[in-house]
């Protein structure tokens, strides 16, 4: 079962019934929030939504609220007159101007300041805004999808969210479910990744033994698809030939073949990543540009993670 454009995995009958959502809400203008842990594949869900419905053909933007500063994410969704603050030489357009009929996906919407909800909850439901310093009210068109890993609920009774703009993002809700609760995914994911990974790596033929198999399978993965993501990245680094052994997994997913889940179950995303950059680098003797196109991340972030795990 899959979209025209991106494919979803989806074997498990959880998976099953997101893709059916994802299918009814697609045509409909409405917002959509979809919650979830860290790494299930929300933004994935977001995008699939996007294609399965009217706006395919217009970009799908992700906007990441956590890591901008205030100032810059308001700019970067509403956009800026000249002189509206300290460094503002000249007018820019926001997202909801320069993609008016497209999907602006929120990230982490709940990481958002009182003013930035403000603005946002007035652009959905009056459907205008006006650029940072501006007087001109523009029309937006764009459909909106916000994702979070926090539980909005409690942050409007803790005050740290509008309870006017929870209402407006929680008509439609998607919840993500946990990978570990849609267990028949894991191997079909595992094989569409590694397909990607391998082929990548000039290695298109690459596949599991029934062993690693296995291990993929009993493990609970804390940190969702993108650990397995990372995992399979470490593996394929590790692993020489065109299949992979147990022995090129990293050790705390064998460790559930000897019933040990608890320990298993307990190593962190950060674990997997520090594994997955440190075998990649090795690799590919340190050549920082070449480790940061095979981890799919830019040259900037490689080099801040080299940093923040000490290895310069």
Request: aromatic share 4%; with cysteine; charged share 30%.
């Amino acid at each position: 079962m899959a979209s025209e454009r991106l494919p979803w995995i989806c074997k498990d009958p959880a998976s099953q019934r997101l893709f059916e959502l994802a299918e009814r809400v697609a045509p409909v203008p409405a917002a959509v929030l979809i919650t979830g842990e860290r790494g299930t594949g929300k933004d994935y869900l977001a995008r699939l939504i996007h294609e399965l419905g009217p706006r395919r053909d217009t970009p799908c933007i992700k906007i990441e609220c956590e890591s901008l500063p205030p100032p810059l994410l308001e700019s970067e969704l509403f956009g800026h007159e000249r002189g509206a603050f300290p460094g503002a030489a000249d007018r820019k357009p926001g997202r909801f101007e320069l993609d008016a009929k497209s999907t602006i996906v929120l990230d982490e919407v709940a990481a958002l300041t009182a003013g930035t909800q403000a603005r946002l909850l007035r652009v959905m439901e009056e459907r205008v805004f006006e650029r940072l310093g501006g007087k001109e009210h523009l029309r937006v068109e764009a459909r909106i999808i916000a994702l979070t890993t926090a539980d909005l609920a409690t942050a409007v009774k803790q005050g740290r969210f509008r309870e006017d703009l929870y209402y407006r993002l929680d008509l439609v809700k998607i919840w993500m479910p946990p990978l570990r609760e849609r267990r028949a995914d894991i191997l079909a994911l595992a094989e569409h990744l590694l397909e990607r990974i391998g082929a990548a790596h000039g290695r298109s033929k690459i596949r599991l033994s029934e062993t690693a198999k296995g291990i993929l399978e009993r493990y609970r993965w804390p940190g969702n698809v993108r650990e397995l993501r990372d995992t399979l990245k470490v593996a394929v680094i590790c692993g020489q030939g065109e299949m992979l052994e147990a022995e090129h997994l990293p050790l705390n997913l064998r460790a559930s073949l000897d019933g040990n889940r608890a320990e298993a179950g307990s190593r962190s995303l950060e674990d997997v990543e520090r594994e997955a950059i440190e075998a990649t680098l090795r690799a590919t003797r340190n050549q920082i540009g070449r480790s940061a196109k095979i981890l799919g991340i830019s040259r900037k972030t490689l080099l801040e993670k080299r940093k923040k795990y000490g290895w310069v």
